[in-house]
């Protein structure tokens, strides 16, 4: 640091500005970082993420998705338990016989049947199907099991008693060894993981033990059962009628056996170990763009969980540490371009980034309120509301205000602030970041020029309906809300932008007070012809009430041309000369009857003519106006000489001294003293300052012009300007040679339209005939009695190079003869 850096540092001019600058900075870091988990912002199951989260510690935790997954594979491959059910065969066992019996008496009852008269069964009583059918309905519970009279018939045709009873008993003892092996139902076919067949788990009915059986589909039942038929010794009709019979009885006799079933499942949970997930340090958690699933979202939480449980201080993580650096970088930008804006008025610039700071804090401190909101336990329950939350941030109330404040570059600036640090908060999401900054650029651009108060509310509403556009797309193209989500989020982005311009109304007066700014909205409310001040001045100095319009006119026109605040200087230009109402008699516009000056000496009229320059300032702090009115009332004269009664004094001065060398008698007065006719000043400190002084000085010059032609006026016009420059009037504003001529030329063009002269129309009644030639001699109006002229009465005069305001006499002839002197 150089010994000249150094001394503006420690001399106080540039000391509160690097400190406001650390406590700025300190303050945003504290408002946006402090407490913001790394874990990043809060994300909704099942939505799609914003932010990029990476693991700043490595942590392990026991994963309940993982751990349920793994329980769930192990109750899909534990085979269910089943037991085998005798009932059924036991049963038809039973029903069987009981059934052969019936038939023996019912064969041995006399009439039925018919005998077969030929053949090697002749004498044999033979029965129909139609008969064993009517016989099966007639037994008890009926043909419980469907089975078919011709079959039955077949048996009591071609089997004796007897034989009939042994075929049933061996077919039965067939059936009961398929039932002991056990036969299983298609809802019940034992298939492995893989798609391969297996064994079945089979409790023995103490329920002591379980083996793993092969047991039999019904289809291969029926083939043992077929087979095992066939090997009985009996006729080939008989054996078909018995296989039939037999297949009736023939069923699934598996029973699941739950209770077994969940002792070998919980058996095997009890050796089951919980699965651990192990996350490295900079592993990614969540990627942007990513849906969140259950994994990502248990993950994450144990993360949150992690973090809050691990003693690792704050200072020295990592990722706050790089929050915390750009957020200086930042900041830094803010501070380099509000004091290159003033360049060297420090005052101005510690008001600008204290003004520009509050903003930005108070900006920063709604959007990280509503941000711990959509991480509350309420957001958790409602996920429209976790949704809608962090898009809802007011993030254009900052570039509005200071927009309106500062100019739009300001604002676009505090904007690019705004989004940056919207981003940082939410994870460092790209997409927010974007949102941000075109919400808050198209509050800025459409309050860049506001002279009425809803203006800003409608900036507001424009900012709402971009971030709303914004934020649906980007819901659309992630898929991460419904329709009602999306309907929800438009209302609420609408109701955000209406909300911020309604704010920043109300804070705009409040910043204006504080930090002594001027909106144009302000300057337009003061241009408002009605406002008490100017009443006052019109009703107690009419002249210079005109004075200070013309003044106005002068100077508006003057910045427009030179890119000044042309508001600003209308405004100030109707309020510069307020001090003349406390004395208005002594200002020669406001004169009626007299000059008070003739019974006052040159030095005490020019004390007079100064002190409305105080008195004006005393009151533009009664009434309240602004800053930027007050400076021009202080600075519009300057330091510039009243040069009437400076020349005054010098005259009495140097014929008083001749009276004394005269007289021979006392010694010569002192010198004038220049000082005492001057103003106090100070001189011109802004460019609108600047050109009300050169406006007031020519408008009031500009009363005693003789002759109003366009080279006159420029003439004039450059003596003025030219004097306040070689006065030194223009040292201290920020005024360029080249705007000094397009003021000029502004000046002579509105001085042109001001002082325009116009043709006085002609008296009386109007002339009937053409009208001799002007200054009509005796002897010519003697040889045209009849008074048809032979001149034409000349058109009336236009305004042209040389002409004066000085009216001159037109001698006319009318039709009569007689002359009458008009004003022309």
């Not at 739950?258 to 592993?283: C, N, P, W, Y």
């Not at 982005?493 to 001027?518: C, D, Q, R, W, Y």
């Not at 004038?672 to 400190?685: D, F, L, T």
């Not at 003697?782 to 008074?787: H, L, T, V």
Request: proline share 5%; hydrophobic share 45%; with cysteine.
């Amino acid at each position: 640091m150089t010994g000249e850096a150094r001394m503006r540092l420690f001399s106080g001019k540039l000391l509160p500005f690097v400190l406001l600058f650390i406590v700025f900075t300190v303050l945003v870091i504290e408002i946006c970082f402090a407490g913001l988990s790394p874990a990043g912002p809060q994300v909704v199951l099942n939505q799609t993420s914003r932010a990029r989260i990476i693991a700043e510690i490595p942590f392990s935790y026991v994963s309940e998705i993982e751990t349920e997954r793994t329980r769930a594979e192990i109750r899909k491959r534990t085979p269910p338990v089943y037991r085998l059910d005798q009932a059924p065969m036991v049963n038809f066992r039973k029903w069987v016989l009981s059934m052969d019996s019936a038939l023996a008496k019912y064969l041995a009852a006399p009439g039925v049947g018919q005998a077969i008269s030929e053949g090697p069964q002749k004498g044999i009583l033979h029965v129909t199907g139609e008969e064993m059918d009517s016989f099966l309905r007639e037994l008890p519970g009926g043909n419980r099991y469907n089975l078919s009279g011709e079959d039955l018939a077949v048996l009591a045709n071609t089997l004796g008693s007897d034989e009939r009873r042994g075929s049933l008993e061996e077919g039965l003892k067939v059936l009961a060894d398929l039932y002991r092996q056990g036969v299983y139902g298609e809802n019940q076919i034992p298939v492995q993981p893989d798609g391969s067949l297996s064994y079945m788990k089979i409790a023995d009915n103490s329920g002591r033990g379980i083996v793993d059986a092969d047991v039999l589909s019904r289809e291969e039942a029926l083939s043992d059962l077929k087979i095992n038929i066939g090997a009985i010794d009996v006729p080939r009709e008989a054996y078909v009628a018995l296989f039939r019979v037999m297949r009736a009885g023939l069923e699934p006799n598996l029973i699941f056996d739950q209770k077994r079933t969940g002792e070998i499942i919980d058996e095997a949970l009890s050796r089951m170990q919980k699965r651990f997930i192990h996350v490295r340090l900079g592993d990614t958690i969540i990627e942007p763009g990513m849906r969140v699933g259950e994994m990502q979202f248990e993950q994450l939480q144990a993360y949150r969980k992690a973090l809050r449980e691990s003693e690792k201080s704050l200072i020295v993580d990592s990722q706050f540490l790089d929050r915390a650096i750009l957020a200086g970088a930042v900041m830094l930008a803010v501070a380099v371009f509000i004091r290159m804006r003033r360049k060297g008025n420090e005052g101005e610039n510690l008001l600008d980034l204290s003004m520009a700071a509050i903003a930005i804090l108070a900006n920063l401190a709604i959007i990280r309120a509503l941000l711990g909101v959509s991480e509350g336990t309420l957001a958790q329950t409602l996920p429209t509301l976790a949704t809608i939350l962090p898009w809802i941030a007011p993030v254009a109330l900052g570039p509005i205000l200071i927009a309106v404040l500062m100019g739009p570059g300001a604002g676009a600036l505090i904007a690019c602030v705004i989004a940056a640090m919207n981003s940082l908060m939410q994870g460092g999401s790209f997409a927010v970041a974007i949102a941000s900054l075109l919400a808050g650029l198209a509050g800025v651009f459409a309050c860049r020029v506001v002279q009425v108060r809803t203006r800003i509310v409608r900036a507001g509403m424009a900012s709402g309906v971009t971030l709303a556009a914004l934020a649906m797309l980007l819901l659309l193209r992630d898929g991460s809300g419904g329709l009602r989500e999306i309907g929800w989020l438009a209302v609420a982005m609408l109701a955000n932008g209406f909300l911020s311009g309604v704010v920043a109304v109300g804070l705009i007066p409040l910043f204006e007070h504080l930090f002594h700014k001027t909106t144009d909205i302000t300057l337009l409310e003061l241009t408002d012809f009605n406002h008490p001040l100017l009443r006052r001045l019109q009703v107690a100095a009419p002249g210079s009430y005109h004075h200070s319009l013309m003044v106005a006119n002068l100077a508006e026109n003057a910045a427009l041309s030179v890119g000044a605040n042309a508001l600003a200087c209308r405004a100030a230009s109707l309020y510069h000369d307020i001090g003349k109402i406390i004395k208005p008699e002594y200002f020669i516009e406001n004169q009626r009857e007299g000059n008070p000056h003739m019974e006052r000496n040159p030095s005490m009229s020019a004390l007079i003519i100064k002190a409305h320059v105080k008195e004006g300032v005393v009151l533009s702090r009664q009434y309240g106006l602004p800053k930027i009115v007050t400076d021009v009332i202080l600075q519009h004269h300057g330091t510039s000489l009243i040069q009437y009664f400076y020349f005054m004094a010098l005259q009495r001065q140097q014929d008083a001294n001749a009276l004394i060398e005269a007289q021979g008698e006392g010694s010569e007065l002192d010198e004038v003293a220049q000082s005492n006719y001057r103003y106090e000043g100070p001189k011109p400190q802004t460019l609108e300052s600047a050109i009300v002084m050169l406006a007031d000085a020519t408008e009031a010059a500009s009363r005693s012009l003789k002759k109003v032609t366009p080279q006159s006026i420029e003439d004039f016009v450059t003596r003025i300007v030219q004097g306040r420059i070689e006065d030194g009037q223009l040292d201290e504003a920020p005024i360029t040679m080249r705007q000094i001529t397009l003021i000029k030329e502004s000046f002579v063009f509105t001085l042109l339209n001001m002082l325009h002269s116009r043709i006085e129309y002609p008296k009386g009644e109007p002339l009937k005939k053409q009208v001799t030639k002007v200054n009509v001699t005796p002897a010519e109006a003697a040889a045209n009695p009849a008074g048809e002229a032979a001149f034409s009465l000349p058109q009336p005069p236009a305004v042209v190079e040389g002409m004066t305001n000085t009216p001159e006499k037109i001698v006319i002839e009318e039709k009569n003869g007689t002359i009458d002197g008009r004003e022309a």
